[in-house]
Structure formats: structure tokens, C-alpha cells
């Protein structure tokens, strides 16, 4: 009966994934832009001489531009699957593939083709918070080595002392923030992309079970 119901069932319309990308992509872009003004991404940038600031700025940029790309083929392939025709001689329609293919090899190249590359994904968000940590661990051993070479305090010297000591303590701070920052935004994403290729496989399988039934 619950098989039954699953094969009437219509196919839900498809969500604007790309879309929401742009429009998350251009609220990025204007908070990127108010804090470049407010001289944030130079207090930031100037306070960590390890760069590793800069590194995960990085890997978060190429991570949402690979997001894009990703969100526009899952998208794509939710179009082909609604109409196949719409698909060229030289472009993967992962609906027919499954169609096409037998039962478990089919399972597994659908499930390949939509969350294969999330995982490599996922992996790289875990490095912006690992990259982080690492700036933590090099501020406060700078920090240690700093008060290591104190052989005696002197009055006269406090202010160069404290900005020594700040200057490590400074790497530790921002570099966890930034990567912290970085792995929420990324997740956030990428748990969207998750969402949505689960309704495409869904969606695929359920078309596969009508046909079947017809």
C-alpha cells in the first residue's frame, strides 16, 4: 500500500538551489565589503604573522565557489530528471543512468554521483577548523616562549613587553575565530547541498518506481 502511495505521489517542484546560493554568496559579499571598510580584514590580516589567517580565508573562498558549482549541478540534474530531453549528447543525466543500470550498481553510482564529492567537501571544512586550532597552538607558544626569555621585569621595558606578549595571544584569538567562522558558514552550506541531493535521490528512485509500476 505504502509502495503504492509512493508511486502516485507527484513530484515535488524543484527548489532554487542556485539561487539560494547566490543570494547567501551576495550577503557574503556585502558584509566582506562593510568590514573591509571598517578596516577589519587589515586588523585581522596585520595581527597574524603566520598567515595562516589568510590560508583559511582562502580555503573558505574555494570552498563556496565549489559549493556554487556543485549547487548548480544538483540543480541541473533535478531539470534533467523532470525533462531528460532537456539533457546534450555530451552531459551525464544521472536519472538515466539509474534507469539504465542494474539494481544495486545502480544504487551505488546514483549515491556516488550525488553525495560522492561531499565528502571530500566535508573533509575540507574540517581543516579551516583544524587550521584554527594550529593558530592557537603556534599564538600561545608564542606567547610562552616570549615570557621564557624574561630573565627580569623591568618597568621601563612593560610596554614593549605587553605588546609582545599581545602579539601571540592575538594569533590565538583571531586565527580560531576565522576558522570557526569559516567551518559554520561552509557547514551551513554544504548541509544544504546534503538536503537537496537526498530529495534528488529520492525523487530518482520514486520516478524509477512509477515506471516500474506502469
Same mark, same amino acid.
Not at 145 to 150: N, P, Q, R
Not at 162 to 167: P, V
Not at 179 to 204: P, Y
Given at each position: 500500500? &505504502?509502495?503504492?502511495?509512493?508511486?502516485?505521489?507527484?513530484?515535488?517542484?524543484?527548489?532554487?538551489?542556485?539561487?539560494?546560493?547566490?543570494?547567501?554568496?551576495?550577503?557574503?559579499?556585502?558584509?566582506?565589503?562593510?568590514?573591509?571598510?571598517?578596516?577589519?580584514?587589515?586588523?585581522?590580516?596585520?595581527?597574524?604573522?603566520?598567515?595562516?589567517?589568510?590560508?583559511?580565508?582562502?580555503?573558505?573562498?574555494?570552498?563556496?565557489?565549489?559549493?556554487?558549482?556543485? &549547487?548548480?549541478?544538483?540543480?541541473?540534474?533535478?531539470?534533467?530528471?523532470?525533462? @531528460?530531453?532537456?539533457?546534450?549528447?555530451?552531459? +551525464?543525466?544521472?536519472?538515466?543512468?539509474?534507469?539504465?543500470?542494474?539494481? #544495486?550498481? /545502480?544504487?551505488?553510482?546514483?549515491?556516488?554521483?550525488?553525495?560522492? @564529492?561531499?565528502?571530500?567537501?566535508?573533509?575540507?571544512?574540517?581543516?579551516?577548523?583544524?587550521?584554527?586550532?594550529?593558530?592557537?597552538?603556534?599564538?600561545?607558544?608564542?606567547?610562552?616562549?616570549?615570557?621564557?626569555?624574561?630573565?627580569? %621585569? #623591568?618597568?621601563?621595558? &612593560?610596554?614593549?613587553?605587553?605588546? &609582545?606578549?599581545?602579539?601571540?595571544?592575538?594569533?590565538?584569538?583571531?586565527?580560531?575565530?576565522?576558522?570557526?567562522?569559516?567551518?559554520?558558514?561552509?557547514?551551513?552550506?554544504?548541509?544544504?547541498?546534503?538536503? %537537496?541531493? #537526498?530529495?534528488?535521490? /529520492? #525523487?530518482?528512485?520514486?520516478? +524509477?518506481?512509477?515506471?516500474?509500476?506502469?
Amino acid at each position: 500500500m &505504502s509502495t503504492l502511495i509512493a508511486v502516485q505521489r507527484p513530484s515535488r517542484p524543484a527548489e532554487p538551489l542556485w539561487l539560494e546560493w547566490l543570494t547567501l554568496v551576495g550577503g557574503l559579499a556585502f558584509c566582506t565589503w562593510l568590514l573591509g571598510v571598517r578596516g577589519v580584514w587589515a586588523l585581522l590580516l596585520g595581527a597574524d604573522p603566520t598567515g595562516l589567517t589568510l590560508v583559511i580565508m582562502a580555503v573558505f573562498l574555494c570552498s563556496t565557489l565549489w559549493c556554487g558549482q556543485r &549547487s548548480r549541478e544538483l540543480q541541473r540534474q533535478r531539470a534533467l530528471l523532470a525533462d @531528460p530531453r532537456l539533457a546534450r549528447a555530451d552531459e +551525464a543525466c544521472w536519472a538515466a543512468e539509474y534507469l539504465g543500470a542494474p539494481g #544495486d550498481i /545502480a544504487t551505488e553510482l546514483l549515491l556516488e554521483h550525488s553525495h560522492g @564529492p561531499h565528502g571530500t567537501a566535508w573533509w575540507v571544512n574540517g581543516i579551516q577548523l583544524k587550521l584554527g586550532l594550529l593558530g592557537k597552538v603556534i599564538g600561545f607558544s608564542m606567547l610562552a616562549l616570549t615570557i621564557g626569555k624574561l630573565q627580569s %621585569f #623591568d618597568p621601563a621595558q &612593560s610596554q614593549e613587553l605587553l605588546r &609582545s606578549l599581545t602579539a601571540g595571544l592575538g594569533v590565538a584569538l583571531l586565527t580560531t575565530m576565522v576558522g570557526l567562522v569559516g567551518n559554520i558558514l561552509l557547514g551551513l552550506q554544504l548541509t544544504r547541498l546534503d538536503r %537537496f541531493a #537526498d530529495a534528488l535521490v /529520492a #525523487d530518482i528512485q520514486r520516478t +524509477a518506481l512509477r515506471k516500474d509500476g506502469a
